[in-house]
């Protein structure tokens, strides 16, 4: 069974997809076969209608869709502010960046006659707000639907509830819902396709202030004037360390996914670190997708382009 990966960084990465695509494409022999990359996720630095992490992203968006269009990739915009109101929907960049993608659906192939998989035909849209995705889902309706890990669904029956909604192809749960194995097994079959779990989240296991942390991410990108958010994880201060997040109670490695959750029926995996520095990123594609042997090579192929600022 075919596993797929939802990455990071669609606008705040390009630099880097655009040197690692074409290694992923011409020499597949590097990389496992039993995965392919279902999308790359994101937001443009300026998008009111962002959510989940402060933008960084600066690529030009037509750059952007033309790079995943090449590679028949799916692209999925992050708008999920849970803070939008009415007045919000009229914005002109955000509706722009809707029509621009939503043409990336036109054509289901790509590069070397890459096609879009596993109902990942077309570009996608991460949402919170439900008024958001109503708007969304009128105005541009060959988008799918992703229901956001911004609301932090942690009680498993709501869980359950917005795996039944049939506005969402696929539901990111909260972290702290990966190891409920019990309860995971025992959803339909329908019901596993539409989970995509948050494999390497680095936020405290016991953290009680998620909410708060989103909203004020959401408030940053309406340009509202508020404080920053003060992380209550008792180690906030070391940032994100891939060590410290393969150490988190909800983490899923690589193991896990080919022995445990494959087995029982799931194949959609996201990859978190939109905010982080591509260095770390690339660690992300080299542990989660390419196989030990060729590591290094990827690795070479990729810090040798000069043209990425790594560090």
């Not at 022999?29 to 994101?42: A, N, Q, V």
């Not at 080919?258 to 660690?283: C, D």
Request: net charge negative; glycine share 8%.
């Amino acid at each position: 069974m075919k596993i797929y990966y939802h990455l990071p960084g669609l606008f705040e990465f390009y630099e880097l997809y655009k040197a690692f695509l074409p290694l992923w494409h011409e020499h597949r022999e590097y990389f496992y076969d039993w995965c392919d990359i279902g999308s790359i996720y994101g937001a443009p630095s300026d998008c009111i209608w962002g959510g989940g992490r402060v933008g960084f992203g600066d690529a030009e968006p037509e750059k952007v869709a033309a790079l995943v269009k090449e590679y028949g990739i799916s692209a999925r915009l992050t708008l999920s502010n849970s803070l939008i109101r009415e007045e919000h929907l009229a914005d002109v960049q955000c509706n722009e960046l809707c029509r621009m993608f939503e043409s990336t659906s036109e054509n289901g192939a790509g590069k070397n006659g890459a096609e879009f998989d596993a109902g990942l035909d077309g570009a996608g849209i991460i949402v919170h707000s439900d008024l958001l995705l109503n708007y969304i889902k009128a105005k541009y309706p060959r988008f799918y639907f992703v229901s956001s890990t911004t609301k932090v669904i942690t009680d498993f029956e709501q869980f359950v509830a917005e795996l039944n909604r049939d506005e969402f192809r696929y539901v990111v749960p909260d972290f702290r819902l990966n190891k409920q194995f019990d309860k995971l097994n025992a959803l339909t079959d329908a019901q596993k396709q539409k989970v995509e779990f948050l494999c390497n989240e680095c936020c405290w296991f016991g953290c009680y202030d998620r909410k708060a942390c989103y909203e004020n991410v959401s408030r940053k990108s309406l340009d509202e004037d508020c404080a920053d958010h003060e992380c209550v994880s008792p180690t906030a201060q070391r940032g994100y360390r891939f060590s410290d997040a393969m150490k988190n109670p909800g983490f899923i490695g690589i193991g896990d996914i080919q022995n445990v959750y494959a087995p029982a029926g799931f194949r959609h995996f996201k990859i978190e670190g939109r905010s982080l520095g591509s260095a770390i990123i690339l660690e992300f594609l080299l542990y989660y997708m390419t196989k030990p042997e060729h590591q290094l090579k990827v690795r070479e192929e990729i810090y040798l382009d000069s043209s990425l600022d790594l560090f």
